[in-house]
């Protein structure tokens, strides 16, 4: 027992070394600290007017963002400082999943209400959203589920059910309390998540759609029928089947519930190749609700045009694939699978965001990743690629 704690003092003591620095993985931070400050830029360009609509000045986004980047970037270097093994501990995960469990139940009783979803915490001039950290805290928890000697050996034997049922249900929990927030968008990128780290796990194809499956049963059967005592359906119903209606015929509800989408379409179409120049959209201008959070990528197409997105999503795409690269190399099935979980939060993520701007899909309310305005956004965000660094640097020591 001696031994074991002067092995972890002397661990933890070597993680919050400054010498830990030289295994800090650039193809993951130099993207990141680019996106950040374009981010920045971009959300100071598409707030200023909305900011002096709402009788502050054009600059309190600005300094709003540039506060979140910079603490998210404190996160990023906690998270990369911290020693390896919090990482896989199960007692902090099981603390972070019933803090996140009762702040998700505390909001049916006095979340705060914005866009149609009950999933804020207002705390001063700050609001925090729960349901992002959920992402996070579910990667660990399905990565320490997925790789405990008992499960592997039931994938291999066939009794892949017996071992999961624990963790499909505690998914199910969190998933369940945020769908009935509602919060589509969150349930869906979460429950993605849990598939393909199911599927990354030896599960099959079939057998991840089996866990999947109860994943919704359990939602249905235990989440449900709070539901419908504490939210207010009649309301959700009414929002939900407005978003919904102006996806099919945009142009049809234009001054409705369609106004978003078509005027989205109007700033990809006024941006073309090059853009209008920084700072000189039309569509912020009180014609395009949250230009600076769910529409960031509209006002960024119309001002930086096609060129400018498409280096965003270069950007982006380098993260992602240097994250499946460093899970696809390691020999550790955790660190594998917990990569291959925050891969998929900022493709999904990105996918959906990026799907509402253009039409593909209906507007759900999810950020893209470092570019929208937003603090619980930017700081679950964070934590996970401070996390997959940390890995990073753990997989560099153990190749020497």
Request: with cysteine.
């Amino acid at each position: 027992m001696r031994n074991w704690l002067l092995s972890k003092v002397l661990e933890t003591k070597d993680a919050f070394s400054f010498k830990k620095l030289k295994d800090l993985d650039y193809w993951l931070i130099i993207p990141y600290l680019i996106l950040c400050g374009i981010g920045v830029v971009m959300v100071y360009s598409a707030s200023s007017n909305v900011a002096v609509q709402m009788g502050s000045t054009p600059i309190s986004y600005l300094f709003k963002q540039l506060f979140f980047v910079l603490i998210g970037m404190c996160i990023v270097l906690f998270m990369f400082m911290i020693p390896y093994y919090f990482l896989k501990s199960g007692k902090i995960i099981f603390i972070l999943y019933l803090a996140l469990a009762g702040a998700l139940l505390g909001l049916l009783f006095v979340g705060q209400t914005i866009n149609g979803a009950a999933g804020w915490f207002h705390l001063g001039p700050f609001s925090i959203q729960p349901a992002e950290f959920v992402k996070v805290v579910l990667i660990l928890l399905m990565g320490r589920a997925l790789t405990m000697a008992d499960v592997t050996e039931d994938i291999v034997d066939g009794h892949w059910w017996r071992s999961m049922w624990v963790p499909v249900i505690m998914s199910a929990v969190l998933i369940g309390l945020v769908f009935i927030q509602p919060d589509m968008g969150s349930a869906v990128i979460i429950s993605t998540i849990v598939f393909i780290m199911c599927l990354s796990s030896g599960y099959s194809f079939v057998k991840s759609y089996w866990i999947l499956g109860g994943v919704a049963a359990a939602i249905v059967a235990v989440i449900f029928p709070i539901a419908l005592k504490l939210s207010e359906s009649g309301t959700v119903k009414s929002y939900k089947l407005a978003r919904l209606v102006a996806f099919v015929d945009p142009f049809g509800h234009a001054n409705g519930s369609g106004q978003q989408l078509v005027n989205s379409y109007y700033a990809l179409s006024n941006g073309g190749l090059f853009g209008v120049g920084l700072g000189n959209s039309i569509q912020k201008r009180g014609y395009l609700p949250e230009p600076n959070t769910d529409f960031i990528m509209a006002i960024t197409s119309e001002e930086l045009g096609l060129i400018g997105v498409v280096i965003i999503m270069i950007l982006l795409g380098i993260i992602i694939w240097q994250i499946i690269r460093i899970g696809i190399r390691s020999n550790d099935s955790f660190n594998t699978l917990v990569c291959y979980g925050v891969a998929t939060y900022f493709a999904v993520q990105a996918f959906i965001n990026v799907g509402g701007v253009i039409g593909w899909l209906p507007i759900t309310g999810v950020t893209f990743p470092f570019i929208s305005y937003g603090g619980s956004s930017m700081f679950s965000l964070t934590l996970s690629l401070g996390i997959v660094l940390n890995i990073s640097a753990q997989e560099r020591r153990k190749r020497g």
